[in-house]
Structure formats: C-alpha cells, structure tokens
C-alpha cells in the first residue's frame, strides 16, 4: 500500500486492487473519490481539481 499526504489530501493505493490502476482520495478521513490512474479520469465521487493536479504531479514523480 502506498499512502501519500500532500496538500491536505491523502492518496492511497494499493499494489494488488482490482484494475484498472486507482488512488483512492480522502480528506478530513473520508473518502472523496478514486481516480483512474490509466485513464486519467473519475471512477466514482467527486474529486476536486486540485487534488487532481496533485495526482497529476504525483505520477509525473513516479510515486503512483
């Protein structure tokens, strides 16, 4: 599992999860949404766009 926190947001992912490739986006401890790392797009909630630009940077890093 990877667990990274920046910008007031945490991402989780985990190495084994179901396809395609997602980081699960939580703030204040509740789940806002998870986001299509592949795809580059929403699975399910709402994720706000500078959180999106987070996962964006996090991946140009290599770190998801």
């Known amino acids: 599992m990877t667990r990274i926190r920046r910008g007031g947001y945490i991402f989780v992912l ?18 806002l949404g998870r986001w299509n790392l592949d795809a580059d797009c929403l699975m399910s909630g709402c994720v706000p766009p500078s959180a999106i630009d987070l996962i964006r940077a996090l991946s140009r890093e290599g770190k998801l």
Request: glycine residues 6%; aromatic residues 12%; charged residues 40%.
């Open 14 to 31: 985990w190495r084994g999860d179901h396809d395609p490739r997602h980081v699960h986006v939580f703030k204040d401890a509740r789940l």
